[in-house]
């Protein structure tokens, strides 16, 4: 699956990172979300690292940053529509 960072870089994500990814974002702590999904709150932290080393960040908050932030793609399907 490709996502579209703030910056217009496109990274390849699993299902599940995405889903851990948009948790986080969302402002739930690593425990509820390892608890939600069934798994480790390790396997979490390895969503995360896996997301941040594919973004070229080194912080979540960076991380949710750009993946929050509107990319060139959703600017233009805005002013189109």
């Not at 990172?17 to 402002?27: F, P, S, T, Y």
């Not at 999904?37 to 908050?61: H, M, N, P, W």
């Amino acid at each position: 699956m490709k996502f579209f960072l703030g910056t217009g870089k496109e990274i390849e994500i699993t299902p599940r990172e995405r889903e851990v990814a948009l948790r986080v974002a969302l402002g739930e702590d690593r425990k509820t979300i390892a608890s939600e999904l069934e798994i480790s709150i390790r396997t979490v932290d390895d969503f995360l690292c896996r997301l941040r080393q594919k973004a070229g960040v080194t912080s979540t908050y960076r991380l949710i940053f750009l993946l929050a932030r509107p990319t060139p793609q959703k600017l233009r399907r805005k002013v189109t529509a």
